[in-house]
């Protein structure tokens, strides 16, 4: 529920920020029966600026999850088949210089994902996550209200906070998640800073509306377009099909880009426009990640624990993919089953993908339209011809990785987490730490849909006389290992769908975030030692 006023003076965990990754992680709670308090100070989700436009593959598979995929699709301006391109031209009516498809896991790729990946503005995605958790009861979203102090003492955490009115409360949480952005107030309470880059380079957002700038567009449709001439090397691209744009200009500082605006939209159009300007966003980018992620019982996440490049779409995924992480270990803890290894793994798990995020986003930066300028690019010329084949050579070689990037978006494992397993042996498409190769299963189900809430040990051959009885053993043993635990275990067969085979394993321990955390043919050696790994409670 939403409460404007009153909040609870007594939650399981206190989430500090109600942007996407702060209600993310309230969604992972809730679900999982923890009770929940999102303090925001924000009563209603601005509008005015789109911020992050890509919900990539991983995000959506972890909406799927929570039931909500189609909600977001219903309710995004464009869908998948409006686009799949990214074009580089001269501008909107110039000449075109090269095109990506198939772009940001908007296509479909055999059954490598269940779920493609949606164009969406930020706001589209917070909004609906705020119905959602409204919809939980056991989260509550308190408005009008912001985190100001806190004081870890050994089995709790006081947190201090105030509505508009600079009215004080006091909130006692078993846990604090800070989820509160660049300026993260937890972040400085626990005394955790950034460490990293901060470019020196300026550019300047908008977003307007130009009801008629398709009938200038020579390109067809398309997601992004950056425009690459020296009056205005920028990107630009639809947030609707009615006409409102957003736009960054590079290199453009914000007294230049307030008195220049309509000059911009100009440029980059290739002819005038009659535009309205809705809102300005001028910024620098950051590649920068807190030099530590917990302390205690508070843990930072999103923004608040590291700072990307918008470059690659990268930045908002990467915190939901913190608050998917973070929630269910959370989850497990307070339900006690979890053991005092499992929030450690949060950080040996997220920091490595982060800061592969990061260095993906700052090496996208390193060619930006205001780098791919050159002499004749607009000429129609036989040299013209030339500088527009010579750009497009160089975009297709340095651009290339910016829109293709699901081995960073679905590939990275967790190599040297605590919690992981790796004594199953070789396998071919399953690895442990790895997620979840996905599957289309016989009967036209995603293999993710069957997968329990908590952990799922798949049982990928049936049950025959001799080598068979093996494996019954095993998930026996599993079994009553997990049940000694308190590990909620539900084991979900299928045999007949050649998995076993492809997976190159009988059995595949799934955790709740679809990552792998064993694989094999047998676990009867020691498998308290394994559940207690998988756990957190393991040596």
């Known amino acids: 529920m939403t409460v404007p006023g009153s909040v609870p003076r007594r939650t399981e965990v206190l989430v500090a920020g109600g942007g996407p990754v702060g209600l993310a992680t309230a969604v992972e709670l809730g679900r999982r029966g923890v009770e929940c308090l999102v303090v925001e100070p924000r009563a209603v989700v601005s509008r005015a600026r789109p911020r992050c436009k890509t919900i990539n593959v991983r995000t959506m598979e972890h909406l799927r999850r929570w039931g909500i995929a189609d909600r977001l699709r219903a309710r995004a301006p464009l869908s998948p088949e409006f686009s799949t391109d990214v074009v580089f031209c001269t501008t909107l009516a110039g000449h075109e210089l090269s095109r990506f498809t198939g772009v940001l896991g908007l296509e479909y790729e055999g059954d490598r994902f269940p779920e493609r990946g949606q164009q969406a503005p930020q706001y589209v995605l917070e909004e609906l996550l705020r119905d959602v958790v409204d919809e939980l009861d056991a989260c509550t979203l308190a408005v009008g209200h912001r985190v100001v102090g806190l004081t870890q003492e050994p089995d709790h955490v006081v947190v201090e906070i105030v509505d508009a009115d600079g009215t004080p409360a006091t909130i006692t949480a078993d846990y604090v998640v800070g989820c509160d952005g660049p300026r993260s107030t937890v972040r400085a309470q626990i005394g955790s800073e950034y460490v990293g880059e901060h470019a020196l380079r300026p550019n300047y957002g908008m977003v307007f509306e130009a009801p008629r700038l398709w009938d200038h567009v020579r390109h067809g449709a398309a997601v992004q377009y950056w425009t690459v001439n020296p009056d205005a090397p920028a990107l630009l691209g639809p947030l609707d099909r009615t006409g409102t744009w957003w736009i960054i200009a590079f290199g453009v500082d914000r007294e230049t880009g307030d008195r220049g605006q309509h000059r911009l939209i100009a440029a980059a159009a290739g002819t005038p426009v009659d535009a309205t300007v809705l809102s300005t966003d001028p910024w620098t980018a950051r590649m920068q ?30 915190g939901i993919g913190d608050a998917v992480d973070l929630g269910w270990k959370l989850a497990a803890v307070l339900q006690g089953w979890g053991g005092p290894r499992l929030l450690d793994s949060y950080d040996a798990e997220r920091r490595p993908v982060q800061d592969r995020v990061i260095t993906a986003a700052a090496e996208n930066m390193k060619t930006l339209s205001s780098e791919l300028l050159s002499p004749d690019l607009d000429a129609g010329t036989a040299a013209g011809e030339v500088a527009r084949e010579a750009a497009h050579v160089r975009i297709q070689q340095t651009k290339h990785a910016e829109f293709h990037a699901l081995d960073l978006v679905l590939d990275l494992v967790h190599d040297g987490s605590p919690v992981i397993s790796s004594d199953g042996g070789e396998v071919s498409e399953v690895r442990a730490g790895a997620r979840l190769a996905h599957a289309w299963l016989a009967d036209g189900r995603s293999l993710y849909d069957v997968l329990g809430p908590w952990m799922t040990l798949l049982v990928l051959v049936d049950h025959p006389v001799g080598d068979g009885v093996r494996t019954e053993d095993a998930v026996r043993s599993l079994l009553h290992a997990a049940d000694g ?26 955790r709740p975030d679809q990552y792998v955390a064993w694989s094999g043919d047998d676990a009867r050696d020691d498998p308290l030692a394994l559940i207690d790994r998988i756990r957190g409670a393991g040596a």
């Open 289 to 318: 990640l807190v030099d530590r992620a917990r302390c205690g019982r508070v843990v930072l996440a999103g923004d608040a624990a590291h700072l990307n490049p918008p470059f690659g779409g990268h930045g908002l995924n990467t």
């Open 485 to 510: 635990r308190g590990v909620p275990l539900q084991v979900v067969e299928l045999p007949g769908h050649d998995l076993a085979e492809r997976y190159g394993a009988r059995l595949v321990l799934v």
